[in-house]
Nanobody
Framework: VQLQASGGGLVQTGGSLRLSCTYS????????VAWYRQAPGKQRDWIAR???????NYADSVKGRFTISRDNAKNTVYLQMNNLKSEDTATYYC???????????WGRGTQVTVSS
């Protein structure tokens, strides 16, 4: 199983990006799926998750700015990021939530860099 995140890039403060993550098999159809991020020197933390019923939860740091969605037919989860800040600079990953049972599924992630 591979988790392929894409859509990252360099953007100015206040800009927007849309990340996508595709899984090679529909292993998450019965799981919550989440976006995580890891800044240099920091641990990887979840920032947004969506369960099988499309109920969403967000970390306080991104609430009101980021929106997570999923398309089970396409085995894809999205993260719409608006009003980006420099502190959003990190490598972004997707995985199940909680991720511990799927610790071997982390992909390379996609880099997001927000410049002021």
């Amino acid at each position: 199983v591979q988790l392929q995140a894409s859509g990252g890039g360099l953007v100015q403060t206040g800009g927007s990006l849309r990340l996508s993550c595709t899984y090679s098999r529909n292993i998450f159809s019965n799981n919550a799926v989440a976006w995580y991020r890891q800044a240099p020197g920091k641990q990887r933390d979840w920032i947004a998750r969506i369960d099988r019923g499309a109920v969403t939860n967000y970390a306080d740091s991104v609430k009101g700015r980021f929106t997570i969605s999923r398309d089970n037919a396409k085995n894809t989860v999205y993260l719409q990021m608006n009003n980006l800040k420099s502190e959003d600079t990190a490598t972004y990953y997707c995985n199940a939530y909680p991720s511990a049972p799927y610790r071997n599924y982390w992909g390379r992630g996609t880099q997001v860099t927000v410049s002021s």
